[in-house]
């Protein structure tokens, strides 16, 4: 059987991973569930698209330093 529910908490990684899952969030969405995005402040590839409500957690490090230690 299916499951309903109106609410989803997402907790998503950085890369390939969050690609993929942005494309589930799309087809949630369009269903007319509630989504949350919880992620790093220093995201690289996670943005606001208006589908899904994105929250931050501070980290004490800067997206700029991540970019620098991925290159």
């Keep these: 059987s299916s499951a309903a529910a109106s609410k989803l ?3 998503p990684m950085e ?6 899952v942005k494309d589930v969030l799309a ?3 369009k269903r007319g569930h509630e ?4 992620t790093l402040d220093n995201k690289i590839l996670i943005d606001s698209l ?3 409500e994105l929250k931050t957690c ?3 490090f800067k997206k700029e330093e991540m970019e ?3 290159r």
Excluded at 35 to 38: E, H, K, R
């Design 35 to 38: 989504i949350v995005v919880l």
């Design 27 to 29: 087809e949630v969405s």
């Design 50 to 52: 208006g589908m899904y």
């Design 58 to 60: 501070p980290v004490p």
């Design 9 to 11: 908490g997402v907790i």
């Design 68 to 70: 620098e230690l991925i």
């Design 15 to 20: 890369g390939s991973h969050w690609l993929s």
